[in-house]
């Protein structure tokens, strides 16, 4: 067993964790990684209101590698070539006996998007964000439009919790410098409804938080076109607004296109439960790259890549002990989120057969922060590992 090589692309939840999980069966693990650090994106939220700075949302993947053992490579990955069993990076060419594809989704590109911010992009956008939320802080007033679009061949793609996360973190700011009546603040979205997928009463007290609080909604209307300071509808009307932060939809990683892995009309690779890439024997894909299959209402969060990566890793170790026994994605498959807003929080769950909201006022904020603490010192060993977390 250790004598085979398992190559890992991509440095980020389900990359680091599938790597973690590997060596401690002892198996040689080479992880490929574009950046030389695994970004914690459920914290970054605090950054754009300067709550915590850059490097505590970040983890340097040496000490990663020196904690856990594995090879480390910082190169971008080309193609994937499965029949030959090689992956073409930028600088070299790797060969691997088991490949696990983790290197995330593309993001669906409008026009003008670049007269935009996110904060599930490139983890740099946060500190654009937060120099230009320091700039109105500084003005005194202005419009903020937060919203999140949608990818009609896979709604798995949509990341709206983050973006309800930054407009009542914003707003918690500006209360707290009592300039809250001096901004008018706007979601947007091409769905009617904002949180549905919470379920019914993950909807019912968005409903209610965004009467309190007085933001504006402009829903149900295709997003065409973005331009500074406007964004741009597909029956003409538009959104004139000083601050346009926007989460794109996911869609297929570019890297496909030169490979030669099966993907759905989406972009995303195919799997079986087991994680496994269709038509292969020896190629994984976890995370955002991978098609996952379930109900409408199913996002793609971290929780689940992780899950996807754990399992993997131990599905590789049975194969490679000649056994059939294997782990399964599916049955894990919910929503679940500690939304922050600031100076509390709302537990959010759903499953098939459930779904529930808790607010946690006060208490929830110290939660995510404690949980961000646990992450980052137990993924470096210094904090014992809680069973399924």
Same mark, same amino acid.
């Given at each position: 067993?250790?004598?085979?090589?398992?190559?890992?692309?991509?440095?980020?939840?389900?990359?680091?964790?599938?790597?973690?999980?590997?060596?401690?069966?002892?198996?040689?693990?080479?992880?490929?990684?574009?950046?030389?650090?695994?970004?914690?994106?459920?914290?970054?939220?605090?950054?754009?209101?300067? /709550?915590? $700075?850059?490097? &505590?949302?970040?983890?340097?993947?040496?000490?990663?590698? !020196?904690?856990?053992?594995?090879?480390?490579?910082?190169? *971008?990955?080309?193609?994937?070539?499965?029949?030959?069993?090689?992956?073409?990076?930028?600088?070299?060419?790797?060969?691997?006996?088991?490949?696990?594809?983790?290197?995330?989704?593309?993001?669906?590109?409008?026009?003008?998007?670049?007269?935009?911010?996110?904060?599930?992009?490139?983890?740099?956008?946060?500190?654009?964000?937060?120099?230009?939320?320091?700039?109105?802080? !500084?003005?005194?007033?202005?419009?903020?439009?937060?919203?999140?679009?949608?990818?009609?061949?896979? &709604?798995?793609?949509? *990341?709206?919790?983050?973006?309800?996360?930054?407009?009542?973190?914003?707003?918690?700011?500006?209360?707290?410098?009592?300039?809250?009546?001096?901004? %008018?603040?706007?979601?947007?979205?091409?769905? !009617?409804?904002?949180?549905?997928?919470?379920?019914?009463?993950?909807?019912?007290?968005?409903?209610?938080?965004? %009467? /309190?609080?007085?933001?504006?909604? *402009?829903?149900?209307?295709?997003?065409?076109?973005?331009? %500074?300071?406007?964004?741009?509808?597909?029956?003409?009307? @538009?959104?004139?607004?000083?601050?346009?932060?926007?989460?794109?939809?996911?869609?297929?990683?570019?890297?496909?296109?030169?490979?030669?892995?099966?993907?759905?009309?989406?972009?995303?690779? &195919?799997?079986?439960?087991?994680?496994?890439?269709?038509?292969?024997?020896?190629?994984?894909?976890?995370?955002?790259?991978?098609?996952?299959?379930?109900?409408?209402?199913?996002?793609?969060?971290?929780?689940?890549?992780?899950?996807?990566?754990?399992? @993997?890793?131990?599905?590789?170790?049975?194969?490679?002990?000649?056994?059939?026994?294997?782990?399964?994605? !599916?049955?894990?498959?919910?929503?679940?989120?500690?939304?922050?807003?600031?100076?509390?929080?709302?537990? @959010?769950? *759903?499953?098939?057969?459930?779904?529930?909201?808790?607010?946690? $006022? /006060?208490?929830?904020?110290?939660? /995510?922060?404690?949980?961000?603490?646990?992450?980052?010192?137990? &993924?470096?060993?210094?904090? $014992?590992?809680?069973?399924?977390?």
């Amino acid at each position: 067993m250790k004598n085979q090589h398992v190559l890992i692309l991509g440095g980020g939840f389900a990359g680091v964790e599938s790597a973690i999980y590997l060596r401690k069966q002892g198996i040689q693990v080479t992880l490929v990684s574009d950046r030389d650090y695994l970004f914690i994106y459920p914290i970054s939220i605090w950054i754009p209101v300067s /709550k915590i $700075p850059f490097e &505590k949302a970040t983890i340097p993947l040496k000490e990663l590698q !020196k904690v856990h053992g594995f090879n480390l490579v910082i190169d *971008r990955v080309k193609s994937i070539d499965s029949a030959n069993n090689s992956v073409i990076l930028e600088n070299q060419k790797i060969n691997y006996d088991y490949l696990i594809v983790a290197i995330g989704a593309n993001k669906i590109k409008l026009p003008g998007i670049e007269n935009t911010m996110s904060i599930c992009g490139a983890p740099d956008q946060s500190l654009v964000m937060k120099d230009r939320f320091d700039a109105l802080l !500084k003005k005194g007033s202005g419009k903020i439009a937060i919203g999140y679009g949608g990818n009609p061949k896979d &709604k798995s793609g949509v *990341r709206g919790g983050p973006a309800f996360e930054i407009l009542f973190n914003f707003i918690h700011v500006l209360k707290q410098k009592k300039i809250r009546d001096n901004f %008018e603040l706007t979601f947007f979205a091409p769905m !009617k409804e904002l949180g549905k997928r919470m379920g019914d009463s993950g909807f019912a007290m968005l409903e209610k938080m965004f %009467e /309190k609080e007085k933001i504006n909604k *402009r829903t149900g209307k295709k997003i065409i076109e973005f331009s %500074e300071n406007k964004i741009i509808f597909e029956d003409k009307s @538009t959104l004139e607004s000083d601050y346009i932060m926007y989460i794109p939809a996911s869609t297929g990683h570019a890297v496909l296109a030169k490979s030669d892995l099966a993907f759905s009309n989406s972009g995303f690779i &195919k799997i079986d439960d087991n994680c496994k890439v269709d038509k292969t024997e020896n190629v994984y894909a976890i995370g955002d790259i991978a098609l996952i299959e379930g109900p409408d209402w199913i996002a793609k969060q971290g929780h689940i890549a992780e899950v996807m990566a754990r399992n @993997t890793a131990y599905n590789i170790g049975q194969q490679l002990k000649n056994s059939n026994k294997r782990k399964g994605y !599916k049955d894990h498959l919910n929503i679940l989120c500690v939304m922050d807003t600031g100076n509390g929080a709302a537990f @959010t769950y *759903r499953k098939a057969d459930k779904d529930f909201i808790i607010p946690l $006022p /006060k208490v929830g904020h110290w939660l /995510k922060q404690g949980w961000g603490y646990y992450y980052r010192n137990s &993924k470096l060993n210094k904090f $014992p590992r809680i069973p399924g977390m």
